[in-house]
T-cell receptor, first 110, second 112 residues
Framework: QEKVQQSPESLIVPEGAMSSLNCTFS?????SIWWYQQHPGKGPEALI?????GNKKEGRLTVYLNRASLHVSLHIRDSQPSDSAVYLC??????????FGQGTKLSIKP | NAGVIQTPRHKVTGKGQEATLWCEPI?????VFWYRQTIVQGLEFLTY????????DSGMPKERFSAQMPNQSHSTLKIQSTQPQDSAVYLC??????????FGPGTRLTVL
């Protein structure tokens, strides 16, 4: 059974600082890793995905993947109060189901 | 683009009653996924369809839960004889060949 674990459970970051979220997964055969953002009462919304080892940057977001250590991280530069949400790491297998971690609750303090 | 539509948004049932949840995927998307979200278990995969055919139902409880996709414009998740532990937010997602899954707002099911 694939497992995805996220840390920390919650994170408080001052406005303008860098937010760093971590995720480990159990199976290196995963196809792709996704980060989703979820606001209260809403469905998750995809932010960024990565397949190959290394890093990928989109706007204020950077994701790092290391398949050997089964670790992926998300970094949000210049964090804004509107970034406050739950962030979900999800692993995709065979272009099918997503296996989600428990989430990191991010709070940005003005 | 209206996104993925789920109805109803909230449903309250009594223990032992049946609940049917509806999902309308984004037009042109070939895959539909069902997930369940609770505080304790988090977001769990239930089942999915591609081109209306069932592909993977490994997350579905073996009894009482069933899902169908009778046409490309909607899918249903039916729970028979609902129990309090079925209370959750049920999320539907759809995707095209890009494999990004677009989620609906969810249906909050409360079983009294």
């Amino acid at each position: 059974q694939e497992k995805v674990q996220q840390s920390p459970e919650s994170l408080i970051v001052p406005e303008g600082a860098m937010s760093s979220l971590n995720c480990t997964f159990s199976n290196s055969a995963s196809q792709s890793i996704w980060w989703y953002q979820q606001h209260p009462g809403k469905g998750p919304e995809a932010l960024i995905s990565i397949f190959s080892n290394g890093n990928k940057k989109e706007g204020r977001l950077t994701v790092y993947l290391n398949r050997a250590s089964l670790h992926v991280s998300l970094h949000i530069r210049d964090s804004q109060p509107s970034d406050s949400a739950v962030y979900l790491c999800a692993v995709n297998y065979n272009q099918g189901k997503l296996i989600f971690g428990q989430g990191t609750k991010l709070s940005i303090k003005p | 683009n209206a996104g993925v539509i789920q109805t109803p948004r909230h449903k309250v049932t009594g223990k032992g009653q049946e609940a049917t949840l509806w999902c309308e995927p984004i037009s042109g998307h070939s895959a539909v996924f069902w997930y369940r979200q609770t505080i304790v278990q988090g977001l769990e995969f239930l089942t999915y369809f591609r081109n209306q055919a069932p592909i993977d139902d490994s997350g579905m409880p073996k009894e009482r839960f069933s899902a169908q996709m009778p046409n490309q414009s909607h899918s249903t998740l039916k729970i028979q004889s609902t129990q309090p532990q079925d209370s959750a937010v049920y999320l539907c997602a759809s995707s095209s060949l890009s494999y990004e899954q677009y989620f609906g707002p969810g249906t909050r099911l409360t079983v009294l």
